[in-house]
């Protein structure tokens, strides 16, 4: 009687921590799932992609619970969903989800390191908008502490791009004429004086495919930067530049230090932190960029900061509540400026996804604004939901009309310790509620 009291206790426990009723939530005709097992991490990027020739089709990757890195496609004329499995065992950790890149032939190649560890790896598909057979796998960089992979390609340079947190926490980068064959890492941004010290920017990038590459990044972490502060710039042709077209630097002449780049943010004027989420580009060729700041830790607040004429037009979103792991209230929380996530719309910019809590969990919304940040609507995606519903992302590529976002949806106490799942808004059929801006938590200026 004992033992089975014991095992009954331990049953509830695992229920209360895991979350094992998976009970339908929101607009149940709304979503469907990719995956009942997988997370990702937010830096890198694309974590989605979307590619239309033969076929319409979303592809993403994640982690599983016992640290598979696998590769999904869901099919949007039949409804068909395929997997891969790109690494059997890649450990337990959300950082060694991988990133992708879709080749000029539309064959996918997929980027993907081991949180911290030695070596970054790539490997693309035989086949177009096929992931049930893929070429040998590549070694971009054996060198050590690599994490958070994000590749671009520039047709006007004929290269290949891609970069990642290197062996001294810092920004690096590689490129390649074939994706085959890769040049020695550089370190890309730096600060003078400070190799020595644990100091970690953190990057996130965009190209326009032809010519740009688009780059925002903080001093480090928020964890360890108490003024964190958002810069910007953009590469061409061998130089940086600011927003306004002033030149930073070139490749001649790396890194370059975070001081140098364009303002977007400044943590120090404020003294409050805040943390990179992504970044894209308008119409014009011109970056938005969503971020965090943080001015408790249980108080998130996402901003918009978008280039308008001649400076940062910056506005506050909403507030989103604390942090999302969900850590025991016995315990001290490890990762306490984790938010719940934003992401833009890569293809219209004045759409956000974002999660924010609401009534004690964490919902998915789509925000939309008409005058570059100013004032904001918004559209339920999630709601009343059981679990948390976090880190959701448009797929880089998509250009429909109607919603179509993918997030984690479970519970999450560590980025070793998950059990989520990747669900999905399909937009073939779907509805959702939309609000205005007085109706949400109005933004406070």
Known sequence: MTRFCVAAFSLVILAITFGCERLPEGPISAFDVLSKDGAWCWIQDPRAVYVEGKHKRTYAGWMT??????????????????YYTLKEYWDVDDHNSNSFLVLPDKRLMAFYTRHNLTGLFCRATLKPE????????????????????QPVHLSDEGRFYVFWRGPSWKPTFSWSTDAKNWSDPRILI???GREAKNIRPYMKVISDNKATIHLTFTDGHPRDEPFNSIYYMR???GTFYKADGKKIGDVKNLPIPPSMGDIVYDGKATRIRAWIWDIALDNAGLPVIVYVRLPKETDHR???????AT?????????????FPQTSILRHEREPHYSGGIALDHSNPSVVYLSRQINGTFEIEKWITSDKGKTWS???????SKHPNVRPVVPRGYTGKKEHVLWMHGDYVHYTKYKTEIRFLKPEAHTAQQNTAADADKPRR
């Open 65 to 82: 619970l016992e640290g598979k890195l696998q590769v999904g496609s869901y099919d949007h004329e039949t409804g068909n969903m395929e």
């Open 130 to 149: 096929d992931i049930s057979t893929w070429e040998n796998e590549v070694t971009v960089s054996n060198t050590s502490r690599i994490t958070y992979s």
């Open 190 to 192: 730096q600060e003078e």
């Open 235 to 237: 590469y061409e042709n």
């Open 302 to 308: 996402y901003h918009y900061a978008r280039w308008v």
């Open 311 to 323: 400076r940062w037009l910056d506005t506050e979103i909403t507030p989103a509540g604390r942090w």
């Open 378 to 384: 918004n559209i339920a995606i999630t709601r009343n």
